[in-house]
């Protein structure tokens, strides 16, 4: 399983703002995965987008994916104080590798 | 909607002292994992299962770790003997496939 890296490590919005979160990966993958993580707690799958697609909408979720640039982005658009929790992105097979994700904070 | 749970939500152990974290997966589900997280550090993880047997382990999960699904809903991990650094929250994940895992809410460990 492949790592992924988050950038930006924290980021800090208003409620109702966009948040933008990248993930860059090292090899040639099948699917890439978002998760989230509530503070302390479980995580939460969010999206899988695999590696035939180049964007995916979940609610108020967006996730493109570049396979050329081995990279891919998770848009979060009208953010929620909800929202607040760390988010990670992962390139299974089978076992998952979690770099240390962002951290997003929604100020109401 | 089905959902992994754990037991116990927090488990309090002197060291040296054996402990057993449970797991009941999603029911369909055939692949089984155990990942780990120490306070402020980032998930680790530590073993895959499938077809009643361990397919893949990290070095973390040395000869004080095994794994368990004794009676095909339950999924179990032991620590024979507890060290401080065993102190984390402890997560069980399954899937049925092998794509999107769905993750237990954690049991924390901690070791005095």
């Known amino acids: 399983s492949q790592q992924g890296e988050e950038d930006p490590q924290a980021l800090s919005i208003q409620e109702g703002e966009n948040a933008t979160m990248n993930c860059s990966y090292k090899t040639s993958i099948n699917n890439l995965q978002w998760y989230r993580q509530n503070s302390g707690r479980g995580l939460v799958h969010l999206i899988l987008?695999?590696?035939?697609?180049r964007e995916k909408h979940s609610g108020r979720l967006r996730v493109t994916l570049d396979t050329s640039k081995k990279s891919s982005s998770l848009l979060i658009t009208a953010s929620r104080a909800a929202d607040t929790a760390s988010y990670f992105c992962a390139t299974p097979t089978g076992k998952l590798i979690f770099g240390q994700g962002t951290t997003l904070q929604v100020k109401p | 909607e089905p959902e992994v749970t754990q037991t116990p939500s927090h488990q309090v152990t002197q060291m040296g002292q054996e402990v057993i974290l449970r797991c009941v997966p999603i029911?369909?589900?055939?692949?089984f994992y155990w990942y780990r997280q120490i306070l402020g550090q980032k998930v680790e993880f530590l073993v895959s299962?499938?077809?009643?047997?361990?397919?893949?382990k990290s070095e973390i999960f040395d000869d004080q770790f095994s794994v368990e699904r004794p009676d095909g809903s339950n999924f179990t991990l032991k620590i024979r003997s507890t060290k401080l650094e065993d102190s984390a929250m402890y997560f069980c994940?399954?899937?049925?496939?092998?794509?999107?895992?769905?993750f237990g809410p954690g049991t924390r460990l901690t070791v005095t």
């Open positions: 029911s369909n589900h055939l692949y």
């Open positions: 994940a399954s899937t049925f496939f092998g794509d999107e895992q769905y």
């Open positions: 299962f499938y077809n009643n047997e361990i397919s893949e």
């Open positions: 987008i695999r590696s035939n697609e």
